[in-house]
């Protein structure tokens, strides 16, 4: 599975000539909330420095410059093509989109949909457990000492036991990151006016009802 099968012009046709009877199951965010998300997940990892708003004016610049998808905050969010794509590749019945809300607020009945489209059992119940969510570092140097130094996280995990490298792992985050800040008022407006026409095609498209994208 990748977040990047969606994004890529050929991904569809190419699993379509491998598996021509492959379920696929998409998971769609708010792309707002998926391009600040993405922001903060680079910002985080120190592959970021711009600010949100000047790293969405410099997205073009990056594309033309082909740089990897994770820096196209915004254009990752026109879901209509990508989507499109696999419903030109695929049977319907072998396509389920669940929504991102439904996942995080109603995650057991989410994974019980999910198991049933796969054929498996929807009874069983998964660890449900969140991790790697974005945050915003606190402290940049000693994110890049620590969280962005391998060979130093590779030492401790040998050194250290299991639990002892997890709980240590733990504390440190909460003292290097912060949990990201609201995103302002004007970029959320400037990035639903962008996306409106791509939801309206995507609802179409699908039959889901997004009108909490729009709002």
Not at 88 to 116: G, M, P, S, Y
Not at 119 to 138: H, K, M, T, W, Y
Not at 182 to 204: F, G, N, T
Request: hydrophobic letters at 35%; charged letters at 30%; proline letters at 5%.
């Amino acid at each position: 599975a990748s977040t990047e099968y969606l994004f890529f012009e050929h991904c569809a046709r190419r699993i379509r000539e491998v598996i021509p009877n492959a379920k696929i199951l998409m998971v769609l965010r708010n792309p707002i909330e998926r391009a600040y998300s993405a922001y903060c997940y680079q910002l985080r990892d120190g592959l970021e420095s711009l600010p949100f708003k000047e790293a969405l004016h410099q997205e073009e610049k990056r594309v033309r410059e082909r740089w990897r998808v994770g820096w196209f905050y915004r254009r990752a969010g026109y879901y209509y093509e990508q989507v499109n794509r696999y419903y030109q590749a695929f049977e319907h019945h072998n396509i389920k989109i669940i929504l991102w809300k439904d996942l995080h607020h109603n995650t057991r009945q989410t994974c019980a949909e999910v198991f049933e489209f796969l054929g498996v059992d929807p009874q069983f119940v998964p660890e449900l457990s969140r991790a790697n969510q974005s945050a915003i570092p606190r402290h940049r140097p000693l994110n890049r000492a620590v969280f962005q130094n391998k060979s130093l996280k590779k030492r401790l995990h040998d050194l250290l036991p299991d639990l002892v490298y997890r709980s240590m792992s733990r504390t440190l985050k909460q003292f290097v990151y912060a949990p990201k800040q609201p995103l302002k008022s004007d970029v959320r407006a400037c990035l639903k006016s962008q996306y409106y026409d791509d939801i309206l095609k995507l609802e179409d498209l699908t039959d889901l009802d997004l009108s909490h994208w729009k709002r």
